[in-house]
């Protein structure tokens, strides 16, 4: 199992805002790197997308316990099985996040998907901060 962890951003909302930004999947697509993504679509409980030179990429929602997790699982769609974990750590009306993928994926390819796995992790994250800073 190959876990990567985003960075950890504080934004100034409560946690219970962005989980519920969060429960919509048209929203995912602006914490995406735009010039990245391509052939995006979504239904509000699942969103699928093309990487940039790489595959595409379905996500669906998966529970979680509001309002500080929300999981997003891999749907058929995507190239093998993940998990993708948002946590919001709420203190004092500021919330820390940070997003936590766990996947089923072999040694060669995790070779080629880990930094680029993690800089978009961390693109999400820097996307919650400005959207909701």
Same mark, same amino acid.
């Given at each position: 199992m190959t876990k990567i962890e985003s960075k950890?951003?504080?934004?100034?909302?409560?946690?219970?805002?962005l989980y519920a930004f969060l429960q919509d999947m048209n929203n995912f697509q602006q914490?995406? %790197?735009?010039d990245r993504i391509s052939e995006w *679509?979504?239904? $509000?409980?699942?969103?699928?997308?093309?990487?940039?030179?790489?595959?595409?990429?379905?996500?669906?929602l998966d529970g979680g316990t509001p309002p500080d997790h929300v999981r997003l699982?891999?749907?058929?769609?995507?190239?093998? %099985?993940?998990?993708?974990?948002?946590?919001? *750590?709420?203190? $004092?009306?500021?919330?820390?996040?940070?997003?936590?993928?766990?996947?089923?994926?072999?040694?060669?390819?995790?070779?080629m998907v880990e930094k680029p796995l993690k800089n978009l992790f961390d693109h999400i994250a820097d996307r919650m901060k400005e959207i909701h800073g």
């Open positions: 950890k951003v504080e934004i100034g909302k409560p946690a219970e805002t914490l995406l %790197p735009q *679509k979504s239904d $509000g409980n699942s969103c699928s997308f093309k990487v940039q030179g790489a595959a595409t990429i379905g996500l669906q699982k891999a749907t058929e769609r995507s190239p093998f %099985p993940f998990t993708l974990d948002v946590y919001m *750590k709420e203190n $004092g009306g500021v919330t820390t996040a940070w997003q936590e993928f766990n996947g089923d994926i072999n040694p060669f390819i995790k070779m």
